[in-house]
């Protein structure tokens, strides 16, 4: 199954480098190209794209407001989006995370690696790496602008919350049964049922909620 891709960035170059290493990919296509967060809405419905990259500084809609319409449309239910970040310059990712993106890569990242984040992404196994990923997520989430958390786990069982630590600290369904002894359909329906309580988009909202829940703290990644 071919994954098609729309990528967002104001700046050409980057589009163009990101496009060719995209269509160098025999399982992806690019479908659209947008300068802005607006032109990246009207194509993501036009274009039927199952992926955005996403950058966040554009003009007119910034990709952090573009990636909450999409994830607010029904009809736009089914795309994910992977959000690009200059990292330790650009604090506004955690935004675009709670906003619906799936996760976020470094605009520096090696081109094999930007496949796979989109594969993964593109697949559903949204979730976001351990190691500097992480404590850049948790430095934002503790900052003093952080809004409180939408919600908890306390309607969790005690597997359960056992599940959302392993979400949080970047293992994917397969990890996961493996370290705590399940098939991977069964941890696959613990992080549905995680998701369907804490009323979560997706693996990347999990993360937040085992953030600011104070699930996930310093020294555990």
Do not use: C, W
Request: no cysteine; proline share 5%; hydrophobic share 45%.
């Amino acid at each position: 199954m071919t994954i098609r891709v729309l990528l967002a960035d104001d700046q050409t170059l980057v589009r163009a480098a990101f496009a060719m290493l995209v269509e160098s990919a025999p399982d992806m296509e690019v479908v659209g190209q947008a300068a802005t967060g607006r032109e990246a809405l009207e194509l993501a419905r036009t274009e039927r794209a199952d992926l955005v990259v996403m950058d966040i500084r554009m003009p007119d809609l910034d990709g952090i407001e573009a990636t909450r319409q999409i994830a607010a449309e029904e009809d736009l239910a089914g795309v994910k989006v992977l959000v690009l970040t200059t990292y330790d310059t650009d604090e506004y990712v955690i935004e675009a995370l709670r906003a619906g993106a799936s996760g976020f890569l470094v605009k520096d990242t090696r081109p094999a690696e930007l496949l796979d984040a989109i594969r993964t992404v593109a697949a559903g196994e949204a979730l976001l790496s351990p190691g500097p990923t992480a404590r850049l997520i948790e430095r934002l989430l503790r900052s003093p602008s952080a809004p409180p958390a939408a919600g908890g786990p306390e309607s969790l069982s005690e597997r359960e919350r056992g599940v959302l630590t392993l979400v949080a600290r970047g293992l994917n369904n397969t990890e996961i049964a493996e370290t705590l002894g399940l098939s991977p359909l069964t941890a696959k329906t613990h992080v549905s049922r995680i998701m369907g309580k804490l009323g979560a988009r997706d693996r990347a909202q999990l993360v937040i909620v085992a953030y600011e829940s104070g699930m996930v703290t310093p020294g555990t990644m």
